[in-house]
């Protein structure tokens, strides 16, 4: 277990191998243990650092730091702690969304982002997941495949507090991120020529009860795709592993600033994306 200290506060991290670095976070229903075979098979080519937010897992659990913002700018302390600077960012429902609100301030750190399960606006939460009385072993109990390898993922459930998933959800409301996200990189397409344009990869599984995938008609913007993926669930690194790591390989692979679209899928992936 590693660990740095933020303001006085734990902040758990777990790191793999040597490269270029990719950082994974974690949704609302679990901690950085979930990414643990895909921080595997990246690790083979980059160095692979999975946190745990602030009220998840081993990090302290303080509800004054527990906001979309103060979640990102935890991420923004940790990278100056250790020293690190453009990154990939991976991030699950709540990950994505503090991925997003982290790359609204700092753009010129970030080098492409992969969503999975992240609602692009609050309609795109299933009721049952803004309900505050749900508690975190239950909302386990309901997204969770059940299987062995699910049990062992999300072992840190029963860790969440649940004024976390409460505040960030709140967040969502009152200040979507990714409407932000795409005005910044409306405003890197504006100069000539835009290496600065942060290519976004959303990721959903189509069985997912708790974030519904953007309808066809959502305007999303132009270094933004979206993949279904037919057999997964909320947790698709769990549910596909295999496929998933492979989308995830292929989009770390992509030249900076290329958009999700070049991606060589398999073809019953490729008439799933958008």
């Not at 277990?1 to 734990?10: E, P, T, V």
């Not at 309609?123 to 049990?151: H, Q, Y």
């Not at 029963?158 to 976390?164: E, L, M, Q, W, Y």
């Not at 959502?218 to 279904?228: D, K, N």
Request: glycine share 8%.
């Amino acid at each position: 277990m590693s660990a740095i200290l933020l303001d006085g506060s734990i902040v758990h991290y777990e790191v793999l191998g040597r490269g270029r670095p990719v950082i994974f976070l974690h949704g609302w229903v679990g901690s950085w243990r979930y990414w643990i075979a895909s921080m595997q098979v990246a690790s083979t080519s980059y160095r692979a650092y999975a946190l745990d937010l602030w009220g998840f897992g081993d990090s302290a659990h303080n509800d004054t730091k527990y906001s979309l913002d103060n979640q990102a700018s935890l991420l923004d302390r940790f990278l100056i702690e250790m020293g690190i600077g453009k990154i990939a960012l991976v991030g699950h429902g709540l990950g994505g969304l503090v991925g997003m609100a982290f790359a609204n301030r700092f753009p010129q750190n970030v080098d492409r982002i992969m969503a999975v399960s992240c609602p692009l606006h609050i309609d795109g939460v299933s009721s049952r997941l803004r309900t505050p009385s749900t508690s975190p072993s239950e909302l386990t109990d309901w997204l969770s495949s059940r299987t062995p390898e699910a049990t062992t993922a999300l072992s840190d459930s029963a860790k969440t507090d649940g004024r976390a998933i409460a505040a960030s959800l709140d967040g969502l409301q009152g200040n979507n991120p990714y409407n932000q996200f795409r005005n910044v990189e409306k405003r890197n397409l504006n100069s000539s020529p835009d290496p600065s344009a942060i290519p976004c990869l959303l990721v959903y599984g189509e069985k997912d009860q708790a974030i519904f995938a953007p309808e066809e008609s959502f305007p999303l913007s132009s270094m933004t795709h979206q993949v279904l993926l037919e057999g997964s669930g909320h947790f698709p690194m769990i549910d596909e592993t295999i496929k998933f790591n492979r989308l995830l390989t292929d989009f770390l692979a992509l030249e900076p600033g290329t958009s999700p679209s070049e991606l060589q899928m398999k073809e019953e992936w490729r008439r799933r994306v958008r």
